[in-house]
């Protein structure tokens, strides 16, 4: 089992970023497909970035294609969003999660373990 907490999340203009990390506990995290994941509200939770253990493949939804990046520090137990050029759009919580399966998916369900959450909010 692994405990996630996330943090990083705040208020931002448009056009900034800021750097969600996510602290894992427990000793298996390397084995881990992690994914980041937001909802707005009103909206279906959806899943911004995923990446397998070792750090080598990574998914993107569209929408934050060339401006978010997904990494891992498997050393630190720590899980990474940095997020540039900020839209309000973006604006949403955002979760950190992870799949003990090895099955390398943006599908919410997939997904065993999560946090609670961090508020970005993006104004204009």
């Known amino acids: 089992q692994v405990q996630l907490v996330e943090s990083g999340g705040g208020l931002v203009q448009a056009g900034g970023s800021l750097r969600l990390s996510c602290a894992a506990s427990?000793?298996?995290?390397?084995?881990?497909?992690m994914g980041w994941f937001r909802q707005a509200p009103g909206k279906e939770r959806e899943c911004v970035g995923a990446?397998?253990?070792?750090?080598?493949?990574?998914y993107y939804t569209d929408s934050v294609k060339g401006r978010f990046t997904i990494s891992r520090d498997n050393a630190k137990n720590t899980l990474y969003l940095q997020m540039n050029s900020l839209k309000p759009e973006d604006t949403a919580v955002y979760y950190c999660?992870?799949?003990?399966?090895?099955?390398?998916?943006?599908?919410?369900?997939?997904?065993?373990?999560w946090g609670q959450g961090t508020q970005v909010t993006v104004s204009l």
């Open positions: 427990g000793r298996t995290f390397s084995r881990y497909v």
């Open positions: 990446i397998i253990w070792s750090g080598d493949y990574t």
């Open positions: 999660a992870a799949e003990e399966h090895g099955i390398f998916t943006p599908n919410v369900g997939e997904y065993d373990y």
